[in-house]
């Protein structure tokens, strides 16, 4: 804990925690749950994942999928 009183998370752990909540099936409150953090807290480490603020670990070390739910591609045909 941090001289407030209130529990630190280590970027890394955090980014764990963040993907495990992604795999398929999981709930983001019972990923909370498990790891003693709030459903309201772990949204806001996803968001910040999405918006590049968290810095996530190499998904492909981690066996998951190498893009994350949020991050979609297109593929357009190519025009003349």
């Not at 909540?21 to 019972?30: E, H, I, L, M, P």
């Not at 190498?66 to 297109?74: N, R």
Request: proline share 11%; glycine share 8%; with cysteine.
């Amino acid at each position: 804990m941090g001289p407030s009183g209130r529990r630190r998370w280590p970027e890394h752990v955090k980014a764990e925690i963040v993907l495990e909540s992604y795999r398929t099936g999981a709930s983001v409150a019972d990923v909370a749950r498990k790891h003693g953090v709030s459903a309201p807290q772990l949204h806001s480490w996803r968001r910040a994942a999405r918006e590049g603020v968290l810095a996530m670990p190499d998904d492909d070390m981690l066996g998951l999928p190498l893009c994350p739910p949020w991050f979609s591609v297109q593929l357009r045909p190519n025009l003349p």
